[in-house]
């Protein structure tokens, strides 16, 4: 092709026209330009297909762990739910009772689970792929926005609540070791309960204002807990619409 443009410049320099000469070279560089242009425009395009495909497979990994981590989710707010009706039960009946009139069988069947705690295991590789990618991968502005604030933010707020139930969990157990002891369950096989033991009126309000802030741990939790839901079925919206 090079040698036939030549071929062409040098019949008309030979023929003398100059005029048309100029014509065609400057034509000739019009077209070269042209060429690159476009094999530019062509080089661009597949670029940004390659992107387009990271980004929707990306974006498909961050929507079946936020699905993974939307029933994680569900299932601790349940417990949460059953945790702090629980307690408030306990707290409501030791503030209406003397010490000395205490259920062992009400004790029994719920000072165990009183001491139980929930602690959510999100499901985060994707969100590891998408910072080596870089977050500016994912081109729609809400659904970054979101799952930033999802895994920078709110999943740190949690883990310190969390942990700030589990201490709270802790301090309560210490305060019932001198007061409580275990008894073997009788009608079914279930393990030991902790019933009061050197129970007095003094042993009876720490434990109540024990479990009193642990209750506020929890209903704090509960509270992110379910906020974070809310969030993460909006992003599970807005991905969907993205028709990946």
Known sequence: ?????????????????????????????????????????????????????????????????????????????????????????????????????????????????????????????????????????????????HITDIFDRRLHRISLWENSAVESEANLYNSLVPHFKSIKTVEEDWGYFLVPDKFNELSQKLYINRLGLLQNDRKLLHYLYKTLLDQITKVLVLIENEKI
């Not at 062409?8 to 690159?36: C, D, H, P, W």
């Not at 495909?53 to 707010?77: F, P, V, Y």
């Not at 994707?126 to 809400?142: H, M, R």
């Open 1 to 145: 092709m090079i040698k036939f443009f030549r071929k062409i410049r040098q019949n008309l320099l030979s023929e003398g026209k100059t005029g048309k000469y100029l014509k065609y070279a400057i034509g000739e560089i019009i077209l070269v330009m042209f060429g690159i242009l476009l094999a530019l425009q062509v080089n661009n395009w597949n670029q940004q297909k390659q992107i387009t495909k990271k980004e929707h497979r990306l974006l498909l990994e961050l929507k079946n762990d936020l699905i993974g981590t939307q029933n994680e989710l569900k299932g601790d707010i349940f417990t949460l739910n059953e945790l702090i009706e629980t307690s408030d039960s306990i707290i409501q009946y030791l503030d209406t009772i003397h010490y000395e009139e205490y259920d062992k069988s009400i004790f029994g069947m719920k000072m165990g689970w009183a001491l139980t705690n929930v602690k959510l295991y999100p499901r985060i590789i994707a969100y590891e792929n998408l910072k080596s990618l870089g977050p500016e991968i994912i081109s729609n502005d809400s659904i970054r926005f």
